[in-house]
T-cell receptor, first 116, second 116 residues
């Protein structure tokens, strides 16, 4: 079956520009996570959705970052007035969320954002 | 404090040999899960193996096995019969709590290079 897809794969933005990154999770997956991966580092948590509800946004670095998942499937991460420090790979992951168990998160290929 | 520590920035292994990638973790939650992911140069995070904190036996998935030593809080990944295609970044990650709606915390990763 189809995995997690993300678009665009690459985005170059001028400083101050707004960007929107899209994530299509695996069909039927309840949970959706966004992570930010700086160069040479492991991914760091940004925000989490359960269906359409954003239950945790504690990792969003500033109020310039906004995420939504209005119908509980596709999610969009929006960054307003991009800054150079926003340059990173943005990873989306989804999981089925059963009542317990391993809850593996499956990742998309990421969007590589470069802010000039 | 670091929740996931990967002390080997880079490792080399001869093709067909086995290699162990180290991971130690820190948590006070009795329920947690430990994951290993592979990230090739193309960028996607590929799930390899999972170990739950209550699992009695070490997890195995094909050529991957997890050497889980709970008292030492270590979860080392063992790759047997290394192949050239195993060259990639490897990340250890932990999810705390029994329910699956908590984010993964990643280590900084280990770059594995397989030599012919």
């Amino acid at each position: 079956g189809a995995g997690v897809s993300q678009s665009p794969r690459y985005k170059v933005a001028k400083r101050g520009q707004d960007v929107a990154l899209r994530c299509d999770p695996i069909s039927g997956h309840v949970s959706l996570f966004w992570y930010q991966q700086a160069l040479g580092q492991g991914p760091e948590f940004l925000t989490y959705f359960q269906n359409e509800a954003q239950l945790d946004k504690s990792g969003l670095p500033s109020d310039r970052f906004f995420a939504e998942r209005p119908e509980g499937s596709v999610s969009t991460l929006k960054i307003q007035r991009t800054q150079q420090e926003d340059s990173a790979v943005y990873l989306c992951a989804s999981s089925l969320q059963t009542s317990g168990g391993e809850e593996t998160q499956y990742f998309g290929p990421g969007t590589r954002l470069l802010v000039l | 404090a670091q929740k996931i520590t990967q002390t080997q920035p880079g490792m080399f292994v001869q093709e067909k040999e086995a290699v162990t990638l180290d991971c130690t973790y820190d948590t006070s939650d009795p329920s947690y899960g430990l994951f290993w992911y592979k990230q090739p140069s193309s960028g996607e995070m590929i799930f390899l193996i999972y170990q739950g904190s209550y699992d009695q036996q070490n997890a195995t998935e094909g050529r991957y096995s997890l050497n889980f030593q709970k008292a030492r809080k270590s979860a080392n990944l063992v790759i047997s019969a290394s192949q050239l295609g195993d060259s990639a970044m490897y990340f250890c990650a932990m999810r705390e709590g029994r329910v699956g709606n908590t984010p993964l915390v990643f280590g900084k990763g280990t770059r594995l290079s397989v030599i012919a």
